[in-house]
C-alpha cells in the first residue's frame, strides 16, 4: 500500500513540473514565432506584388526604381540621371512603394 501512495505523489509532482515548462514553451511561441512566420509571410507577399516601376529601399538604404524582374532576381535603377542600374536579389528589398501611391502624386 505505501508503494501505491508514493507513486500517484510522483505523479503530481511530474505534473507540477511539467506545467511551467508547458507554459514557458507556450508563451515563447505567442511571442516569438507566431510574429516571426506572420512577418515573414508579409514579406513574401510583399516581394510577389512587386510591379515594374514601383520604388523600392533596399536593406543597405538605397532609393531606387524597378526596371525588371525575375523569378529570384531585380534589376533596380539608382540615381537622378537613371543610369546605374544593379542587379540584386529580391531578398535585398527591403520596402516597396507602388507606382501611383508616391507623395508627389497626391499634391
Known amino acids: 500500500m505505501f508503494l501505491g ?3 500517484a505523489g510522483g505523479a503530481g509532482a511530474w505534473a507540477t513540473m511539467l506545467l511551467p515548462l508547458v507554459v514557458f514553451f507556450l508563451l515563447m511561441y505567442f511571442m516569438i514565432m507566431r510574429p516571426q512566420k506572420k512577418e515573414q509571410q508579409r514579406v ?6 512587386m510591379e515594374v516601376g514601383d520604388s523600392v529601399v533596399t536593406t543597405s538604404g538605397f532609393y ?3 526596371i525588371d524582374i525575375t523569378d529570384e532576381d531585380v534589376i533596380v535603377e539608382f540615381g537622378n540621371n537613371r543610369n546605374c542600374r544593379i542587379p540584386m536579389r529580391k531578398a535585398a528589398i527591403a520596402e516597396v512603394e507602388k507606382a501611383g501611391d508616391g507623395i508627389a502624386e497626391k499634391e
Request: glycine share 8%.
Open 64 to 66: 531606387g526604381i524597378l
Open 44 to 49: 513574401k507577399s510583399m516581394l510577389s506584388s
Open 5 to 7: 501512495q508514493a507513486s
